[in-house]
């Protein structure tokens, strides 16, 4: 009987293309029809129902009762007439995956019909049986119980023909259960504190909101394959792989042509995410083999943040069709490179501009100034909190492995804005500051050149980096939600902002010019804040040491950097602005901890089952092969031509134990290390104890697995080798 990996590289040697079915319209006709938008509003709301989610959507202004009654009923008539069949609340539980629970619309009635049924109070609150989701102690199995309420700012879909509902998951007791909440806490106070600041500047700006365009990196292989490796099924990962001959060194997949096969695939989830509304804009192909890109049009960070989580589930339904499946782990081989979500970051404003834009008056490159500096004074003063948030096991094998930024923060702005941030540093106080006139020009200072737009300028190994318009936070993981980057950059901006804020009015008040007064304090963030900016190589060992030199913080491991999460500043920060409560923090920092233990614990024993059922049995079947034929060139050769000849094979034979010993010591070990991290009770200990003495003999085991990949006959080796699984498409 065949192995499994032939009988897994038969199948996929097999795939052929699949047709997408295509609807018969153009892409503008189907866009966002799944989606219960502003156009599907507007025919099944009354005008007052109407009028009243706009008002929710745009200033959060409540719903009443009998008008959520009135929105129940149109959104289901609009998703009945789409074909959905039931609904459900779809939130974001701790979890990071989506949550949902579908009820059907239909309720049986007298004389054994039945009629579709959807109130407000279903609209609006659930309480879904929720015992099983992680609260990290908020909320203990007996008193289960969570709610979750509408959330009106990001619109109903329908997806496998149920009409999904987003919305916020907390407990009984008002503690959020969820990233959505202290998302739109965040939102909010970004909105307060940056129009409190541009009203220096703009009276006319009345609302900022946050804007995320992301970049989703993922690999695909096909699902054979991948049924053959259990390390890559049950942990998203291959723990073993020798590298192969080729891989990435030539560079040429890189924007290359797409396969046909992933092409399908790529227009059939395209065609889906439309339908849903999700703007996906460009596709290509990344830099590993089978290593893909997609990203959409920016939004406003809270749909944008929904949107990613629906791609995510919608890559991993559609690759299914098309015998693919999706790894979105963010280093599933080793010595290729990793996959990462890079947050594309930005405030507009009701007025239409975009506040990361240099603009072209003085007025507005104040304002740009402005919102830049206390930007990058906001990373200086919060870098252990951004460490921390992007802080997973996947995200360990990849921060810092000469392809992702390291796991050290610092903020990229390009020579130009150094520049000129230099000069301010460097002015003296008695600078004149003219806003009169629209040369573009501060006085006495350089131009800030248009051409920042073009991207000229640009670092890909910062984890923080300004892209003429925006800022690209590089070093989320590709498994991640991109929640907890916008929770907390959001967050830490609108917290100094309100500094700022606080110090300019200071001044005001001591009679100092407003333009002086700001053009000061922004001098002085800017010196302050200077440690935090590095325009050169991310990767380098250089930079390694520099950073030491200006005491960045450089964190290796997730269990050491998630301890920012419950630091006095980072609780301040998050109960000053009504984001979370410590005891929420708490409950998050404890969820994290337990997570890493849990996937370091699963990958443990997968790793040592793996080599104690599949690699051991495989290697010594091979090695009584060639002890066999040992035993027999003795029996046929004269006893010279046998001392000869036999040696090479002898070696092997000797080399092949070695391995194998080696393994098996190290599993033992490991085995053994893992019992005393079991027996300990407290989270933190425990999750130290699997990063720092279980987790140090997967590589050691790994070597020697290799290894044994090279010597054993290529019929026999059970898994699908890196060759097969990163070029089979
Ligand atoms: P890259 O060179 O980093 O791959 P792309 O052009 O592929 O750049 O991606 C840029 C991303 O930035 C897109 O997702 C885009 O929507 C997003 N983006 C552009 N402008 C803004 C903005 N003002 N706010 C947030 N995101 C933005
Ligand atoms: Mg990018």
Request: charged share 25%; proline share 4%; glycine share 4%.
């Amino acid at each position: 009987m065949d192995n499994i990996r032939f009988t897994a590289l038969k199948s996929a040697m097999c795939r052929t293309r699949k047709t997408v079915e295509f609807p018969n319209r153009r892409a503008s006709e189907y866009f966002g029809e799944l989606t219960f938008n502003k156009v599907a509003m507007r025919e099944f709301l009354t005008e007052e129902a109407f009028r009243q989610v706009m008002n929710a959507i745009e200033k959060g202004i409540k719903i009443d009762r009998r008008i959520a009654d009135q929105v129940a009923a149109g959104m289901k008539s609009w998703a009945i007439n789409h074909g959905a069949t039931h609904y459900t609340h779809w939130f974001l539980p701790l979890t990071g995956a989506t949550a949902e629970k579908h009820d059907a619309f239909i309720d049986p009635v007298e004389g054994g019909t039945g009629i579709e049924k959807f109130r407000g109070i279903e609209l609006t609150q659930q309480e879904p049986d929720a015992s099983s989701f992680p609260s990290g102690g908020i909320r203990s199995t007996f008193e289960a119980r969570g709610y979750t309420a509408w959330d009106p700012t990001s619109p109903a879909f329908i997806m496998d023909r149920t009409l999904c509902i987003p919305t916020v998951f907390v407990s009984y007791t008002g503690e959020a259960l969820d990233f959505k909440t202290p998302l739109l806490r965040a939102l909010y106070a970004i909105d307060k504190a940056a129009v409190d600041v541009c009203h220096y500047f703009d009276k006319d700006i009345t609302k900022v909101f946050a804007t995320l365009g992301w970049e989703q990196e993922y690999f695909l292989v096909d699902e054979a394959l991948f049924l053959a490796r259990p390390d890559l099924m049950l942990t998203g990962r291959t723990l073993f792989g020798h590298s192969s001959a080729k891989d990435q060194q030539l560079e040429d997949h890189y924007f290359g042509t797409i396969p046909q096969r992933v092409i399908s695939f790529m227009q059939d989830f395209e065609l889906e995410a439309h339908r849903l509304g999700v703007p996906v804009k460009t596709r290509h192909n990344e830099v590993a083999p089978n290593q893909f890109e997609c990203a959409p049009v920016f939004e406003e960070a809270n749909l944008s943040v929904d949107h990613n989580q629906l791609l995510m589930h919608l890559l991993d339904k559609v690759a299914k069709r098309h015998d693919f499946t999706v790894l979105l782990h963010e280093k599933p081989y080793a010595g290729v490179n990793g996959s990462g979500k890079h947050n594309n970051w930005s405030l507009m404003t009701n007025t239409g501009e975009n506040l990361l834009s240099p603009g072209k008056t003085t007025k507005s490159n104040l304002r740009f100034l402005t919102i830049l500096v206390n930007t990058i004074k906001a990373v200086h003063d919060h870098a252990d909190l951004i460490r921390a948030i992007i802080a997973s096991p996947g995200n360990d094998h990849r921060l810092g492995a000469n392809e992702a930024p390291p796991a050290i923060i610092s903020a990229f702005i390009g020579t130009q804005l150094t520049q000129l941030l230099n000069i301010i540093e460097k002015s003296d106080k008695k600078i004149k500051i003219s806003t009169e006139g629209d040369s573009g020009l501060l006085k006495n200072f350089p131009k800030i050149p248009e051409i920042l737009l073009d991207n000229t300028d640009r670092n890909r190994t910062s984890p923080f980096a300004f892209t003429g318009n925006k800022f690209e936070f590089r070093a989320v993981g590709s498994s991640h939600t991109c929640a907890p980057a916008m929770i907390t950059i959001n967050l830490i901006v609108a917290d100094q902002l309100k500094k700022f804020k606080a110090e300019v009015d200071g001044l005001i008040e001591k009679k100092v010019k407003k333009e002086d007064a700001i053009f000061q304090v922004l001098k002085q963030y800017i010196i302050e804040s200077k440690n935090i900016r590095f325009e050169g190589n991310n990767y380098g060992d250089e930079w390694m040491k520099e950073a030491a030199k200006r005491k960045l913080s450089n964190f290796r491991t997730t269990p050491e950097a998630l301890k920012a999460l419950i630091s006095t500043k980072t609780e301040k920060l998050f109960e000053d602005n009504q984001v979370l409560s410590k005891r929420e923090l708490e409950a998050r920092y404890e969820i994290r901890l337990e997570n890493y233990t849990k996937k370091i614990q699963i990958e443990s024993r997968v790793l040592g089952d793996l080599s104690t059922n599949h690699i051991i049995p495989i290697a010594i079947k091979y090695q009584n092969t060639l002890i066999e034929n040992v035993k027999g060139l003795k029996q046929v050769l004269d006893y010279q031509t046998y001392g000869k000849l036999s040696h090479n094979q002898m070696e092997t034979i000797t080399e092949i134990s070695e391995h194998v010993d080696k393994i098996k010591t190290y599993v033992h070990n490991m085995v053994e290390e893992r019992k005393i991290a079991n027996k300990i009770e407290e989270t933190e200990p425990k999750a130290d104890a699997y990063c720092n003495k279980v987790y140090p003999y997967f590589d050691k085991i790994r070597y020697h697995v290799d290894k044994l990949e090279m010597l054993v006959d290529d019929e026999l080796w059970p898994l699908p080798k890196y060759r097969e699984l990163l070029f089979m498409r």
